[in-house]
């Protein structure tokens, strides 16, 4: 059944930074969406990692809806991760997320996002496009799963202006009622 967040629309959206206390969500929705889900011990490996990682939430109410990390080398931000629960797709949580982790990037000084990305997830292709992001390569067989390609993604430049416009331009694209509020990393939530 759905939550009853789900049912109306996402006006108090949230996106915050990833706690351990969060976990137990993230995992629910890690189980349902990845065939080879990651670990609460690799999470709380990558949440010790502050320095060079950085994951954020998404919150409706009290339900996690999605999540996303980087790492970060160098000038370079890697998306390692970005879902959201399918019960709460199709209401832009993942477009805020990029947002959230885009903003982030940009202020630890990186000049570049990448990603890989299974090749048959077109709607994930569509929303990476939206944020500039350009097939650069493809690694073959990279999901053991089923040994299906990824897609190499780039999106270069994010460090200049033209980038903050091109992501302002997001944020304003989104129904009114949806736009996210990113929470300082000092709040609660």
Not at 158 to 166: F, N
């Amino acid at each position: 059944m759905m939550p009853t967040e789900a049912r109306s629309d996402v006006r108090d959206l949230r996106i915050v930074p990833m706690r351990r206390r969060h976990l137990r969500g993230v995992i629910r929705i890690e189980n349902v969406v990845y065939s080879q889900p990651w670990s609460p011990a690799l999470y709380l490996s990558e949440l010790r990692l502050p320095s060079s990682r950085a994951y954020f939430l998404a919150r409706v109410g009290r339900s996690t809806a999605g999540y996303g990390g980087l790492m970060f080398v160098l000038d370079e931000a890697h998306v390692t991760t970005l879902a959201v629960d399918p019960r709460w797709q199709r209401k832009h949580i993942g477009t805020q997320l990029l947002v959230a982790m885009a903003r982030e990037a940009i202020g630890r000084g990186s000049t570049g996002l990448t990603l890989e990305v299974r090749e048959s997830n077109r709607p994930a292709h569509d929303l990476y496009r939206k944020f500039g992001f350009e097939v650069a390569g493809r690694r073959k067989g990279y999901y053991p799963d089923t040994n299906e390609d990824a897609l190499v993604m780039w999106a270069y430049g994010i460090d200049d202006p033209s980038y903050a416009t091109l992501l302002n331009g997001i944020e304003e694209s989104l129904p009114r009622s949806r736009k996210g509020v990113r929470e300082l990393p000092g709040e609660t939530s």
